[in-house]
C-alpha cells in the first residue's frame, strides 16, 4: 500500500514571498513517480511538477521547484515569487510504477496575499 | 482551456433518476480515468480504462456504472444514487500508458469536472 501524506492543511503568504508545500510519502517500491498537483477555485486540476525516483536530481519549473529526499521520503515544493495566480489546492500524488493508481495527499489550501 | 471536456457541469438528480456523466479528449490518450472528489478532499480514483478496457475498479457500488465506448469518450452511468453520492466528478486521461509494461508514467489531464447533487 502507498500512503501519502500532507500536513500543512492551510498556508498564506504574501505576494512575491517564498512558499514551502511539504509532503512525506510511504510506499514499499523503489521505482515510483512524484507529482505536485495544482486544482484553483473552481478550475481544472493542473500538473505543476513531476518527479522520477530514480532521479537524484530535483525537478524545476521556472518559480517552481521540489526537494526531494528519497531516504526520508519527503517530497516538498517550493514556490519562488508567489503571484496571485498561485492561489490554489496543491495535491501532492504518488504513483507506483506498474501501477495506474494515482494516490493523493490531502492537499494544503494555499492564499497568496496581495 | 481544457482538452479534456467534461459534460454536464451541473446535475441535480434525484435517487430514481437515471443519468450519464460524459467525457471526451481528443489527445490520442490511451488511458482515462474517473475521479470523485468531495468538498475539501483529495480526488479518489473510481475507474481506469486503459486501451477501452476496464483496468481498475476501486470497489466501486454497482449504482456507478462506467461505459468507455471508444478511445476518446468515457462516460459514467448513474442509477439510484444516493445524497451521500453528491459530489464533483472528474474525468482524467493521460498519455505515457505504456501497453506490455501497463506503466503510467506521465501527466494526468483532468477535465473542470462534473458537479452531482442528489436529492
Known amino acids: 500500500a502507498q500512503t501519502v501524506t500532507q500536513s500543512q492543511p492551510e498556508m498564506s503568504v504574501q505576494e512575491a514571498e517564498t512558499v514551502t508545500l511539504s509532503c512525506t510519502y510511504d510506499?514499499?517500491?523503489?521505482?515510483?513517480?512524484l507529482f505536485w498537483y495544482k486544482q484553483p477555485p473552481s478550475r481544472q486540476m493542473i500538473l505543476v511538477i513531476r518527479?522520477?525516483?530514480?532521479?537524484?536530481q530535483n525537478a524545476t519549473e521556472n518559480r517552481f521547484s521540489v526537494n526531494f529526499q528519497k531516504a526520508a521520503k519527503s517530497f516538498s515544493l517550493k514556490i519562488s515569487d508567489s503571484q496571485l495566480g498561485d492561489t490554489a489546492m496543491y495535491f501532492c500524488?504518488?504513483?507506483?510504477?506498474?501501477?495506474?493508481?494515482?494516490?493523493f495527499g490531502t492537499g494544503t489550501r494555499l492564499t497568496i496575499i496581495p | 482551456d481544457t482538452e479534456v471536456t467534461q459534460t454536464p457541469k451541473h446535475l441535480v438528480m434525484g435517487m430514481t433518476n437515471k443519468k450519464s456523466l460524459k467525457c471526451e479528449q481528443h489527445?490520442?490518450?490511451?488511458?482515462m480515468y474517473w475521479y470523485k472528489q468531495k468538498a475539501k478532499k483529495p480526488p479518489e480514483l473510481m475507474f481506469v480504462?486503459?486501451?477501452?478496457?476496464?483496468?481498475i475498479n476501486e470497489s466501486v457500488p454497482s449504482r456507478f456504472s462506467p461505459e468507455c465506448p471508444n478511445s476518446s469518450l468515457l462516460n459514467l452511468h448513474l442509477h439510484a444514487l444516493q445524497p451521500e453520492d453528491s459530489a464533483l466528478y472528474l474525468c482524467?486521461?493521460?498519455?505515457?500508458?505504456?501497453?506490455?509494461?501497463?506503466?503510467?508514467?506521465?501527466?494526468?489531464?483532468f477535465g473542470e469536472g462534473s458537479r452531482l447533487t442528489v436529492l
Open positions: 482524467a486521461s493521460s498519455q505515457d500508458h505504456d501497453r506490455l509494461t501497463e506503466m503510467n508514467t506521465g501527466e494526468l489531464f
Open positions: 510506499t514499499s517500491e523503489n521505482n515510483y513517480y
Open positions: 518527479q522520477e525516483a530514480y532521479k537524484q
Open positions: 500524488g504518488l504513483t507506483n510504477f506498474g501501477n495506474e493508481k494515482l494516490t
Open positions: 489527445m490520442g490518450h490511451r488511458a
Open positions: 480504462y486503459s486501451y477501452e478496457k476496464l483496468s
